[in-house]
Nanobody, 131 residues
Framework: QVHIVESGGGLVQSGGSLTLSCTVS????????IGWFRQAPGKEREGVVC?????????????VYADSVKGRFTISRDNDKNTVYLQMNFLNADDTGVYYC???????????????????WGQGTQVTVSS
């Protein structure tokens, strides 16, 4: 049974930093793509950063960041702990939202950092940036 748990959200002032964690159980994370997504009130869920594998999940392909977070956010993974982290620096009010971690489990001919291409989701963790 797949279980994904995010943690580390909270309230932070503009310009501050937070580190989110995503721990996955139920399968070995080494072999699958994983992404961080966020959803602000009244907006659609959007990709923040994704680690993408090739079409049959045999090899790493790319790490894709949203333009709005490039240079500020960094994704990393600890395969021994089956955990992925999102380091967020220089936060601003536009970064406010619920942050979700998701796993791209299935084989696909094409992989993108889009919510519809990810199969398993956590419950999310709230990030609020005060201006």
């Amino acid at each position: 049974q797949v279980h994904i748990v995010e943690s580390g959200g909270g309230l932070v002032q503009s310009g501050g930093s937070l580190t989110l964690s995503c721990t996955v159980s139920g399968f070995i994370l080494d072999y699958y793509g994983i992404g961080w997504f966020r959803q602000a009130p009244g907006k659609e869920r959007e990709g923040v950063v994704c680690i993408l594998f090739n079409e049959d999940n045999t090899d790493y392909a790319d790490t894709v960041y949203a333009d709005s977070v490039k240079g500020r956010f960094t994704i990393s993974r600890d395969n021994d702990k089956n955990t992925v982290y999102l380091q967020m620096n220089f936060l601003n009010a536009d970064d406010t939202g619920v942050y979700y971690c998701a796993v791209d489990y299935r084989t696909r001919p094409r992989r993108l950092c889009r919510p519809e291409m990810f199969d398993y989701w956590g419950q999310g963790t709230q990030v609020t940036v005060s201006s």
